[in-house]
């Protein structure tokens, strides 16, 4: 079965600090991985989409990393702000599930930028 | 066009009751996308259309939900006899068929069966 899973559920940074949010996935055949912010009560915003063959993707203040032979990516914050408050979601494309269109969801990180 | 619209953006019901949503994803969009959210989960696929053909479709559509998009364009999710478990909020997605297929997400319908 793929599963995605994200560590850490909750996480709280001062504000200017740089951080980095962990996804893990449980098989390497994979289209593409994309990571979404959530705010409360919301849709979905994408912010990076990065294909099987890529490595990283860069935007902003945002980057993410892609290693599929060990079934991770990591999205890195830099300089946080209070504007970034939100949950993050790491999603996945797997090429077992029948369909290039389906994206599997982690559980999300909830990301907490204080002042 | 400004992104991906759900109407209704809040539904409560009582249990039992018959609900429909719309969802009109962005114009070019041809791939059409249902998820449904429940507290504290990432979002769960449910049921995917190119176009007006329904493609695939979730072990989680229980014969109670059906899903239609019959000119290509907007779509509706239709649960019937509806159960307090089927709480949550629905999310519709779109995508063009070229490209990355990076999904956009409309806001979603919250649901609440009482």
């Known amino acids: 079965k793929q599963e995605v899973t994200q560590i850490p559920a909750a996480l709280s940074v001062p504000e200017g600090e740089n951080l980095v949010l962990n996804c893990s996935f449980t098989?390497?055949?994979?289209?593409?991985l994309q990571w979404f912010r959530q705010d409360p009560g919301k849709g979905l915003t994408s912010l990076l989409l990065?294909?099987?063959?890529?490595r990283e993707q860069t935007s902003g203040r945002l980057n993410a990393s892609l290693d599929k032979s060990s079934g991770r990516s990591t999205l890195y914050i830099a300089a946080s702000q209070p504007g970034d408050s939100a949950t993050y979601l790491c999603?996945?494309?797997?090429?077992?599930?029948?369909?290039?269109?389906?994206?599997?969801f982690g559980t999300g990180t909830r990301l907490q930028v204080t002042l | 066009d400004t992104g991906v619209s759900q109407n209704p953006r809040h539904k409560i019901t009582k249990r039992g009751q018959n609900v429909t949503f719309r969802c009109d994803p962005i114009?070019?969009?041809?791939?059409l996308y249902w998820y449904r959210q429940t507290l504290g989960q990432g979002p769960e696929f449910l049921t995917y259309?190119?176009?007006?053909?329904?493609?695939?479709k979730s072990r989680l559509l229980s014969d109670r939900f059906s899903a239609e998009r019959p000119k290509g364009s907007f779509s509706t999710l239709e649960i019937q006899r509806t159960e307090q478990g089927d709480s949550a909020m629905y999310l519709c997605?779109?995508?063009?068929?070229?490209?990355?297929?990076?999904?956009?997400f409309g806001p979603g319908t919250r649901l609440t069966v009482l």
């Open positions: 997605a779109s995508s063009p068929t070229l490209g990355p297929d990076t999904q956009y």
């Open positions: 098989d390497s055949a994979i289209y593409n």
């Open positions: 990065i294909q099987s063959s890529q």
């Open positions: 999603a996945v494309s797997f090429i077992n599930t029948g369909t290039a269109s389906k994206l599997t």
């Open positions: 114009s070019e969009h041809n791939r």
């Open positions: 259309f190119q176009n007006e053909a329904q493609l695939e």
